[in-house]
């Protein structure tokens, strides 16, 4: 499931292991450092590139893995 997947490089990445569905990333302490590192773990697990503008519209696991999901994010 991507949400599995993108929850566990969002906690990787902000080196937290008790991110839900609908924290948002900002919340969290993410910042654009650490949104590129995501951007990056995003194109080379899942195969996907999902724009920076798009990535601070959906700010939570569950919002990021809807756009994944959907025909939007192209593969690199």
Same mark, same amino acid.
């Given at each position: 499931?991507?949400?599995?997947?993108?929850?566990?490089?969002?906690?990787?990445?902000?080196?937290?292991?008790?991110?839900?569905?609908?924290?948002? @990333? @900002?919340?969290?302490?993410?910042?654009?450092?650490?949104?590129?590192?995501?951007?990056?773990? @995003?194109?080379?697990?899942?195969?996907?590139?999902? +724009?920076?503008?798009?990535? @601070?519209?959906?700010?939570?696991?569950?919002?990021?893995?809807?756009?994944?999901?959907?025909?939007?994010?192209?593969? +690199?």
């Amino acid at each position: 499931m991507i949400a599995d997947r993108v929850r566990a490089i969002w906690c990787r990445e902000l080196r937290r292991d008790d991110i839900a569905d609908d924290d948002d @990333f @900002f919340a969290l302490g993410g910042q654009s450092v650490i949104l590129a590192r995501i951007q990056g773990a @995003f194109i080379e697990e899942l195969g996907v590139e999902v +724009p920076i503008d798009q990535m @601070f519209v959906h700010s939570t696991v569950s919002s990021i893995s809807a756009y994944i999901e959907s025909s939007d994010a192209v593969a +690199p």
